[in-house]
């Protein structure tokens, strides 16, 4: 097939179709569009001599001081501006644009297993959205671009591509660090030199706000208006080997391998990234300029494979691609298939043969895909554990924000009969009764004899309509029990959704600075972020394992996690505050608990939470021996302010045994430490009473040299405790007092 023949803007609309139904679609389709389409051939000609220049870029350029990348031109600002630069710097327009999305999106699922056991992958995903969801994103017309698309789209040109990150927040923001490399194909060409993007802003910022990226645009050294000659390989018939070249999802990364950087296998050297600091004018910073992607296997079409395809599908997946997809994806696979009757709900008796029925076995979660006119049947575990608890049900899928205003709840009663059907129930004067027509009135005639409440039913049904289209709707519906002889199936929910729905979703209702479409993360992976959290782990720690272990169902990005951390914080703080003498339990139980804190000090009438002496054994054993060793030694004394309602008042002392590397000198340690609300003389008085208590057996204390300042309360209790030490004051305060006393 002619490059110029093959339909790159159907195809792209066939990708796009497939992600709403789930990654396992979009890989099956990804096949057929990649044993369908031609051998990519770059364009000869390049004219770039009507380019215009990118004022908002170059001004970014200016402030950040570099000089020597190149000169940004403008692209359309329509989503596809990555693929616009590439395009623009191969042949000058954007032409290509929409071929390069499509190869792209095929080429990330291809490349997925290897990308992701990259050395660099745990930094990267620290900076860039989940890859899954930038497949996604890659395989929709108008979808964002990532340092991921990269990876892909410079394998796909045989050309590397270098990416320039301005140092906009500092340079020790972190995408800065990270995110200036240059990426090299598999087989670079030979006669083509290093393409770069950079990343930029559509509009300007205010200076007060983090600056962040949402644009590319090529950068340029030189404009080319001549045509130019490339080596092209002759085009083979494509092949593919279907477990290599598209894993599944659920498919294990392959094993990290050291990655050679051979000089030979590059074009001409690249130079770093320089970026020249403002103080001093010659501090020059260096970042890695260079990440080999090389060597992966199963890039190329496999020879000898007798998978082939003749024609274009269009329809959805069969079960027939069942070997490419994980459990999950065939079970959502094999439960699509139960569709609503006219797009209708199903009837009460439907319901309850779809729950009791032990031959079909409910999903663990309602599954990702198309949802028109179609149930599902779900463990509902959690939810009643949640309403034992007192809390809400939750029922996530993928079809964006649902109307809760809109939504309302049925609850009715029904009796189960001998021929496995149920009949409503009502409850009059304590007897369950049908209802009947007697002269056109309703009557309610009792059961006779009245029903075994083993029979007894009532199902709960929750309507709720979407909320940029009210016309879809959803149905979840559950019995609170059912007969003993189906016990084991208590636990299912059954999801109904009637009507279409809309293709695209609405950004978030609180977003004031992206455009992207909005879909509600799934209740457990939030879950999942809180546990790491409780489990003591950092958020790039939580983040990088959920996207490893199972990328479909991991966090959007990194900043989803910081969020999670800080929304739980604020639930603890909002929390009811426990009173005073439950603040009095817990500090008096850390006595046991915690080898730091060693008296708890709480006194009648007061309205404030205990005072706390804390240290260890051996500081205390420290202060003995420097005491003992060297009578001059001068024990400090102070209170510290702006550390909010609380005072820290501490001991300190030279470390004889220690010398600094720095200062040449003894360091200052750190004593007991005491926790107060007041500065009291009685207050002060019980710390050092505490204090002189434990070094009284082995040091005289009026031998001790006291150093503090001139406060009233401390100097006081120091002269009532220790018997009027030598009290020392430090030069400033000496100095304070002469010039009061002037």
Known sequence: ????????????????????????????????????????????????????VDQTAQNILTKCRLHDVGTPYEVSSNGGCLFDSVSVSLCGTQEFSTELRVRTAIEMIRLKSRIMSLPVTPSLMTVSPNYVASVFSCASPGGYSSIWTIFALANVIGVPIKSVYPPMNGINDRPFKILNLTVMPQKPSIDTDTLTVMWTRLQGYQTKHYWYADHFVPLLKTLTTTSRNYRVDSPSPPSLNSTTDFPPLGSSAPKRQRIQRDPLSSP???????????????????????????????????????????????????????????????????????????????????????????????????????????????????????????????????????????????????????????RIAFVKEGLYCYEKQVKGKKTYVAYNPQPDPDSVLTLNRYYIPLKRDKTFKKRVSAFNKLPSTFQNRQHIAVVEYTGSCPTTNTTHGNAKHVSHEFIRTDPSVMNRITEGLNNKKSCIEIYQDMVLKDPDNAPKDLQQVHTKKHYNKKQVSHAAKANIADEVLHILSMVNDHDFVKEVVYTQDNSKPPSIICYTSEQIADIKTHLQADPSTVLGVDRTFNLGSVFVTNFIYKNKKVISKSTRDHPIFIGPVFFHWDGSMETYHTFFSHFKARILTEVQCFDVKLGSDDEGGLTVALDSVFSKPDRLLCTKHINLINYQNF
């Open 1 to 52: 097939m002619n490059h110029s023949q093959y339909d790159y803007v159907s195809s792209l609309s066939r990708l796009q179709q497939e992600v709403a139904n789930g990654y396992a679609y979009l890989v099956t389709a990804a096949k057929t569009e990649y044993r369908n389409m031609p051998i990519f051939v770059r364009p000869s000609e390049c004219n770039q001599g009507s380019l215009i």
């Open 268 to 422: 001409t050297p690249t130079s770093p990234i320089s970026v020249q600091a403002s103080s001093p004018p010659s501090a020059v910073i260096s970042t890695p300029s260079k990440l080999l992607l090389s060597p992966l296997p199963n890039l190329s079409p496999i020879p000898g494979s007798t998978t082939k395809a003749n024609t274009m599908q269009t329809s959805t997946p069969t079960h027939s691609a069942s070997t490419l997809l994980t459990q999950t994806a065939n079970a959502s696979v094999q439960q699509s298939s139960n569709s609503l009757t006219n797009g209708k709900n199903l009837t009460v008796n439907d319901l309850y043969h779809a729950i009791i029925d032990v031959n079909t076995t409910p999903l663990p979660s309602i599954p990702k895909g198309q949802k028109d006119n179609a149930y599902f049947l779900i463990d509902n575990s959690d939810n009643v554990k949640r309403k034992l608890n007192g809390q809400p049900s939750q029922y996530s899928d993928d079809c964006g924000a649902w109307d809760s205003h809109g939504g309302h709840t049925v609850n009715t009663t029904f009796v189960v009969q001998s021929n496995n059907t149920l």
